[in-house]
């Protein structure tokens, strides 16, 4: 059974930062590629960032970009998603997601129909 469970958010003051992690378990993770999304209160999901099953390819919104980094750990079995310079605009609700397929290329990332699981999410609030 796939689980995904994050972790690490909170509140943080705008130009704060805040490192939200994943735990992977009940499939194999190093052949998948993973993603973060996010859901403002009122708003549909939207895509943040993806890094490839080998983790040598990375992707990220045009509203993150140069702010946040994601990364993973394969042994660890772990996607880690570091959240600098936050404003009260990255205020939302976290999700990590799992691709479908396995050892698929980092092109489709952006579409939310790319991924078969999301885990429960982690808050983070960014306010002053």
């Known amino acids: 059974q796939v689980q995904l469970v994050e972790s690490g958010g909170g509140l943080a003051q705008p130009g704060g930062s805040l490192r939200l992690s994943c735990a992977a378990s009940?499939?194999?993770?190093?052949?998948?590629?993973m993603s973060w999304a996010r859901q403002a209160p009122g708003k549909g999901l939207e895509w943040v960032s993806g890094?490839?099953?080998?983790?040598?390819?990375?992707t990220y919104a045009d509203s993150v970009k140069g702010r946040f980094t994601i990364s993973r750990d394969n042994a660890k079995k772990t996607v880690i998603l570091q959240l600098n310079s936050l404003t009260p605009e990255d205020t939302a609700l976290y999700y990590c997601?799992?691709?479908?397929?396995?050892?698929?290329?980092?092109?489709?990332?952006?579409?939310?129909?790319?991924?078969?699981?999301w885990g429960q999410g982690t808050q983070v609030t960014v306010s002053s």
């Open positions: 997601g799992k691709a479908r397929s396995s050892y698929t290329s980092i092109a489709s990332t952006q579409d939310l129909n790319f991924y078969d699981n």
């Open positions: 009940g499939f194999s993770f190093s052949a998948y590629t």
């Open positions: 890094i490839r099953y080998d983790g040598r390819y990375t």
